[in-house]
């Protein structure tokens, strides 16, 4: 599978694998992908890659690795329209891949990532589903899973080199542009399972490697002049049935959503991160491009 691009598949799939990926998961269902697969392996153990996928054997953290693939194959960028870069332990399928790039492309979006469903283990609790909505715009994708354009992804990679955690990154790559109304988004209509406790298997490879993920943060955020302010991450939605809403009613039908879902809820302290979501539903979300050594435009 060394020429990849082809047969009409327009999207590209990069994963970071171990050995206890769930990557061969998502070969089922979507027998018609539109989709390539590259599996970047950074287990101990010998791969041995399946028909349909492509493996790349390097050591070292997620972004900074990717950034090192993308250099070496810069023809990745002209032969794919979208790629998807998750986490190898996402459980889901190729029917939801190929759901997630065709709402990428209909809806416009620059980036986004699927929904988790409420038994996943998350960070951010506006990145889990909300069944009242197609989608919700938002300021910030987490690193989890994001799906990007070409032209996001072209913006997006210098800042990738020397970022092996991405600590920062999802404060950043929804704001890059002149006019960044409605091109992120959370798409609550593709949702995805998030398996393992959120970052505590990357601390260990990280540290073992000397690296301080919060720095690597705190280092891309100065890049960008950019202060984290406490806001309301979600800024208007498109229901199940289309209709369009604001950011005051999308915080609602969030909140009537996450309270009838509650109990299926794993993570730990859920009620303080929820508390902590809603605190600032009726803060404006801010969507000022942010430039490079120049703070925040506009």
Request: aromatic residues 10%; hydrophobic residues 40%.
């Amino acid at each position: 599978m060394d020429a990849m691009g082809g047969a009409g598949k327009r999207h590209l799939v990069l994963v970071r694998a171990g050995e206890k990926s769930l990557h061969r998961q998502w070969l089922a269902g979507g027998a018609e992908r539109s989709w390539d697969l590259i599996v970047s392996w950074y287990g101990d153990g010998e791969y041995e890659a399946l028909a349909d996928e492509r493996v790349l054997r390097r050591k070292g953290g997620k972004w900074d690795v990717i950034h090192a693939h993308f250099a070496e194959m810069p023809e990745l960028l002209a032969n794919y329209t979208h790629f998807w870069l998750p986490d190898d332990d996402i459980a889901t399928d190729g029917e939801a891949i190929d759901a997630m790039f065709a709402l990428m492309e209909a809806e416009g979006l620059s980036i986004g990532q699927p929904a988790l469903t409420p038994d996943s283990y998350f960070t951010y609790p506006h990145t889990l589903a909300a069944s009242s909505f197609r989608l919700r715009y938002t300021s910030l994708v987490e690193v989890m899973m994001p799906c990007l354009t070409r032209d996001q992804m072209r913006r997006m990679l210098p800042h990738l080199a020397n970022s092996s955690s991405g600590f920062g990154l999802d404060n950043v790559w929804a704001r890059l542009e002149a006019d960044n109304r409605y091109k992120a988004a959370i798409i609550d209509a593709v949702q995805m399972t998030h398996t393992r406790p959120v970052g505590k298997f990357l601390a260990g490879r990280l540290k073992s490697r000397g690296i301080d993920q919060r720095e690597e943060g705190r280092r891309l955020r100065g890049r960008f002049g950019h202060r984290f302010r406490r806001e309301f991450p979600c800024y208007g939605g498109v229901t199940a049935a289309g209709r369009p809403v604001r950011q005051l009613t999308t915080a609602w039908l969030m909140l009537k959503d996450y309270s009838r879902q509650r109990r299926r809820l794993v993570e730990p302290d859920t009620g303080r991160r929820f508390r902590r979501l809603f605190r600032f539903f009726y803060r404006p979300t801010t969507l000022a491009q942010l430039t490079e050594n120049a703070g925040i435009a506009g």
